[in-house]
């Protein structure tokens, strides 16, 4: 079965550095979001991404994230000056068509620890 | 805007004993209502979903129903196992500005003990 898979599985980095999160969304899909779920707390809404332009973000998704789909596969987010806020599971997930009903399907998640 | 409220955990419960998450939504339109399921160090996978009112999504013993009178859709199983310990999200998807959302609920982690 097609499943959304995400690179890295782990990544610690120091504050202010740069990370890029990399995911390849389930192929015939159109759609792709990433979420936030910071340890023992609740999956919240980054963004979502829709014919190579975002469709709609949410309020944690300030200036230092962007969002790009560098080719035909790869989906990324890519964090500018990580904060130790930043710490969290991001999630990848992708759908086909965006219509009501439709399930979205997960990757596994990247932990990124920031120190 | 929407939201999903559950039943804050944990849950501990002996195995073949009857399990019951509560989950509530509050949403603008008419949304979907699924159940993602997260065991330990793993990503979230769908458990069962519900698209319409009194539509009962099931998996692995597992049933939730949609209930739009009561704003619910609670998830139950008969007879739980030592492998349903997991953290279990309620959560709605919505069409918002043209595009699908899916919001969660906070989790319940389930212990289950031999």
């Known amino acids: 079965e097609p499943e959304v898979t995400q690179t890295p599985s782990h990544q610690v980095t120091q504050m202010g550095q740069e990370v890029i999160l990399r995911c390849v969304p389930i192929s015939n899909h159109l759609y792709f979001y990433w979420y936030r779920q910071i340890l023992g707390q609740k999956v919240e809404f980054l963004v979502s991404?829709?014919?190579?332009?975002?469709?709609?973000k949410s309020e944690i998704f300030d200036d230092q994230f962007s969002v790009e789909r560098p080719d035909g596969s790869n989906f990324t987010l890519k964090i500018r000056s990580t904060k130790l806020e930043d710490s969290a599971m991001y999630f990848c997930?992708?759908?086909?068509?965006?219509?009501?009903?439709?399930?979205?399907?997960f990757g596994p998640g990247t932990r990124l620890l920031v120190l | 805007g929407d939201s999903v409220t559950q039943m804050e955990g944990p849950v501990t419960l002996s195995e073949e004993a009857f399990l019951t998450i509560n989950c509530t939504y509050t949403?603008?339109?008419?949304?979907?209502l699924f159940w993602y399921v997260q065991y330990p160090g793993e990503g979230l996978q769908l458990l069962l979903k519900?698209?319409?009112?009194?539509d009962k999504g099931s998996n692995k013993g597992f049933e939730a129903t949609y209930r739009k009178e009561t704003t619910s859709f609670h998830l139950e199983k008969g007879s739980v196992q030592v492998s349903d310990s997991a953290v279990y999200f309620c959560a709605l998807s919505a069409i918002s500005g043209g595009y699908q959302k899916v919001t969660f609920g906070i989790g319940t982690k389930l212990q289950v003990i031999p």
């Open positions: 949403a603008t339109g008419y949304p979907s």
């Open positions: 997930a992708s759908i086909m068509e965006g219509q009501r009903g439709e399930t979205q399907y």
């Open positions: 519900a698209t319409k009112a009194d």
């Open positions: 991404f829709y014919n190579n332009e975002i469709s709609e």
